[in-house]
């Protein structure tokens, strides 16, 4: 699909336009698509990128969640991209779902020299050849703008917490481990630990309590250490 002997070439800049990629034997455009499940179809995204030109066998896909990047298909999408490629996807939630893992890869493709053009968003379309420093303006207004509504979901996501937690609360909903309730026959058997007439593990199995939770409770009722009774 790909010729696997392609090399780097440092001063490339960004890939221009369909025809130029045509002229240029060492750089390619590729195309991503991606559906969070198994059920959905992915022709929507793969028509809009071969309409935009790029080449059906060059168009990597995944039926998988947005969550992370542990994707088949991306990964092996990012195998193959070289310095001076070009990445089409049709909007920009296909990468991910994570807006901070978004603007993380994004930074990614950019510092290895890779240009984004993300079809739902026509400033990434624009051609700069000759004047790199547009694309890289507008990667980096792009950058920051996935950095602020990352910085907003992360809020939002901490708000929410904060809202839920406070309601439960006023329901009566206790958060942390569940309080472990004191046997009724308790200071009945621990008489007998410290009368040595039964050990602390004898205890244990009539109290039907664990090892951690009998030390833990038997310091909070008596205090001392664990080492005086056996």
Same mark, same amino acid.
């Given at each position: 699909?790909?010729?696997?002997?392609?090399?780097?070439?440092?001063?490339?800049?960004?890939?221009?336009?369909? *025809?130029?990629?045509?002229?240029?034997?060492?750089? $390619?455009? /590729?195309?991503?698509?991606?559906?969070?499940? !198994?059920?959905?179809?992915?022709?929507?995204?793969?028509? +809009?990128?071969?309409?935009?030109?790029?080449?059906?066998?060059?168009?990597?896909?995944?039926?998988?969640?947005?969550?992370?990047?542990?994707?088949?298909?991306?990964?092996?999408?990012? $195998?193959?991209?070289?310095?001076?490629?070009?990445?089409? &996807?049709?909007?920009?939630?296909?990468?991910?779902?994570?807006?901070? #893992?978004?603007?993380?890869?994004? $930074?990614?493709?950019?510092?290895? %020299?890779?240009?984004?053009? &993300?079809?739902? &968003?026509?400033?990434? =379309?624009?051609?700069?050849?000759?004047?790199?420093? @547009?694309?890289?303006?507008?990667?980096? &207004?792009?950058?920051?703008?996935?950095?602020?509504?990352?910085?907003?979901?992360? =809020? #939002?996501?901490?708000?929410?917490?904060?809202?839920?937690?406070?309601? +439960?609360?006023?329901? %009566?909903?206790? /958060?942390?481990?569940?309080?472990?309730?004191?046997?009724?026959?308790?200071?009945? @058997?621990?008489? $007998?630990?410290?009368?040595?007439?039964?050990?602390?593990?004898?205890?244990?199995?009539?109290? *039907? =309590?664990?090892?951690?939770?009998?030390? *833990?409770?038997?310091?909070?009722?008596?205090? %001392?250490?664990?080492?005086? !009774?056996?």
């Amino acid at each position: 699909m790909v010729n696997e002997n392609r090399t780097d070439f440092p001063n490339s800049g960004a890939v221009n336009s369909i *025809k130029s990629l045509a002229g240029k034997a060492e750089a $390619k455009i /590729f195309g991503y698509a991606r559906v969070s499940s !198994i059920d959905q179809n992915l022709s929507r995204q793969t028509d +809009a990128l071969m309409k935009f030109g790029v080449a059906k066998e060059d168009i990597f896909t995944d039926k998988r969640s947005g969550k992370d990047f542990e994707r088949e298909g991306y990964l092996d999408l990012k $195998k193959r991209l070289r310095r001076g490629d070009t990445l089409v &996807i049709k909007e920009l939630d296909r990468l991910g779902r994570s807006k901070e #893992m978004v603007k993380n890869e994004l $930074k990614w493709l950019k510092e290895n %020299g890779i240009r984004v053009k &993300i079809l739902d &968003i026509p400033t990434t =379309l624009t051609e700069t050849e000759g004047q790199d420093w @547009v694309f890289d303006m507008v990667f980096n &207004i792009l950058i920051e703008v996935m950095s602020s509504i990352a910085e907003e979901e992360r =809020l #939002m996501i901490h708000k929410r917490q904060s809202e839920g937690i406070a309601s +439960a609360r006023e329901r %009566g909903v206790i /958060f942390g481990r569940p309080m472990i309730v004191k046997p009724d026959n308790y200071e009945e @058997v621990m008489e $007998k630990v410290f009368s040595g007439e039964i050990t602390a593990v004898g205890a244990m199995k009539v109290l *039907k =309590l664990k090892r951690g939770t009998f030390y *833990k409770m038997r310091k909070t009722y008596y205090g %001392g250490d664990d080492a005086d !009774i056996n």
